[in-house]
């Protein structure tokens, strides 16, 4: 047994965390750095807490599967216990929790932790074998075995003819576009396969989209959109993918395989059985991530919490999400008075050379909430047109008629864009206007950025305010 692993059928702890994810870390060393003498044990089934955004570029070959593990030491090293089990029931009265052992562990103060997992969808042959989700290690463990069954010199992928393996990764959101490219990056034929009319629609909408269509032909993508799935068939392993418009995508069984990235869902069966509320999306929690059980907590994806643009639930299963709610449950658990004001759902990927990023609100996500909207647009190079490996960025912001308040924003270029839609999370966090975005003073340097006199950000404002045409 690992140093600092909980070595009793039954122990007490003044802290229980259950998920060892990034938001039960984050918890743990900040609960240490106000209270040291707090005793406190982690309890995550998992072997390794996981770098999951990193997960498609191992399963891509650039590095080994274990760069994605954290070390145990982020826990352990500040004193809490670690316990490799998964909670399979809780009793707040008793203020004890039993894990799949039958071991118990009584506590003072517990967080919820326990993060999502992902969603099958309910269509026949989802549990033949060779149909995939990837969220664990094992889950890549298993993909990257598919792959290296049948595999292709990355470097000759265009000599691997009939020997190629070919794929199916139902869903276009972020995770399945990652894994798509993983898989097409490793010599294997993918058909990647949505019901939404263009990729990535969580984070951007149709009029920022055609770039991304264009990087995954160009990678030899086989796109399925505005088609959803039917069914998977096949004897023990999958088959056939059928979709709803008749396609029937032939794979060889045994050898081809499928992902499935729909979406998450919180795995939080267990605390919703001891009586802890919850909502279609997850432990409902105030802005001091407090549930309706006292002296409990929770934090991260199995929270159902609130956008920070309208107050109202809304889905942000991200890591640093995670973050920062673990931040506001561990300062209240300490005593420290801090609140939550809501999530942005800032994020980014990459598509070929393309990256691509979006904040807040998506158009149609906005009007479908109520606001009346407009949208401005603005774009320039990434360095001095005179500098080497200049490339291009656009910009949208979604801004809220009458207010001028800027509700979110894409970005789609060739460099720095995850940086620049951080500016745009911070100016939807602080209820900014397109007015205030169109004085923002920024830098200007020829490897990065455009001239002095435009930025995209702030022309995108400027013409939202009528300075530009």
């Known amino acids: 047994m690992r140093e600092n692993e909980v070595k009793d059928a039954a122990s007490e702890v003044d802290v229980l965390i259950v998920g060892g994810g990034p938001a039960g870390i984050q918890a743990t060393r900040l609960i240490k750095t106000h209270d040291p003498d707090a005793t406190i044990a982690v309890a995550r089934p998992e072997d390794y807490s996981i770098i999951y955004c990193a997960l498609p570029y191992a399963i891509e070959g650039l590095f080994p599967l274990n760069k994605c593990f954290k070390t145990d030491e982020l826990v352990t090293g500040v004193g809490a216990e670690l316990i490799r089990e998964k909670a399979v029931k809780l009793n707040l009265n008793a203020r004890e929790c039993f894990f799949e052992s039958g071991r118990r562990v009584g506590f003072d103060k517990l967080l919820i932790a326990a993060g999502a997992v992902p969603v099958k969808p309910p269509v026949p042959g989802v549990d033949l074998a060779n149909v995939y989700t990837v969220k664990t290690g094992k889950d ?3 993909v990257i075995a598919a792959i290296q069954g049948r595999d292709c ?9 009939g ?17 798509a490219m993983a898989y097409v990056n490793r010599g294997i034929e993918v058909h990647l396969v949505d019901i939404a009319e263009y990729p990535l629609p969580q984070l ?3 009029d920022m989209a055609e770039p991304i269509i264009g990087e995954l032909k160009k990678a030899g993508v086989h796109l399925h959109l505005g088609k959803g799935l039917m ?16 396609t029937m995508i032939e794979l060889n069984e045994g050898h081809d395989f499928a992902t499935v990235a729909v979406g998450m869902r919180p795995d939080i069966d267990v ?11 997850g432990i409902i929690v105030d802005d001091r991530m407090r549930t309706s059980a006292d002296k409990v907590w929770a934090a991260g994806d199995c929270v159902q919490y609130i956008s920070g643009i309208d107050g109202e639930p809304l889905g942000g299963k991200l890591a640093t999400n995670a973050v920062p709610m673990a931040k506001i449950a561990a300062l209240d658990m300490v005593g420290k008075p801090a609140r939550y004001k809501g999530f942005f759902n800032g994020a980014a990927t990459v598509v070929g050379q393309l990256r691509v990023a979006g904040t807040g609100f998506t158009e149609s996500l906005a009007r479908s909430r109520g606001f009346d909207t407009y949208v401005s647009h603005g774009e320039s190079a990434t360095r001095f047109p005179m ?3 200049a490339g291009h960025v656009k910009v949208k912001l979604v801004i809220e008629k009458g207010s001028n308040r800027i509700l979110g924003g894409q970005i789609v270029g060739t460099d720095a864009v995850a940086e620049r839609v951080d500016l745009v999370t911070l100016a939807a966090q602080h209820r900014m206007t397109a007015e205030d975005l169109a ?17 995209a950000i702030v022309e995108s404002a400027m013409r939202a305010v009528g300075i530009l045409g």
């Open 387 to 389: 500098m080497p490996g």
């Open 439 to 455: 004085e923002f003073s920024y830098s200007s340097q020829p490897w990065q950025t455009f001239f002095p006199a435009k930025n």
């Open 271 to 281: 605390f919703r059985a001891a009586g802890i509320e919850s909502g279609k999306d």
């Open 163 to 179: 020997n190629c393996a070919r794929a199916v990764v139902i869903g276009a959101g972020a995770i399945g576009v990652e894994q």
């Open 140 to 142: 890549a463990e298993a």
């Open 204 to 206: 951007i909408d149709r």
């Open 153 to 161: 010199d990355v470097t000759k992928k265009t000599e691997c003819g």
């Open 231 to 246: 069914a998977f068939h096949g004897n023990k392993a999958v088959a056939q993918v059928e979709l709803t418009d008749g």
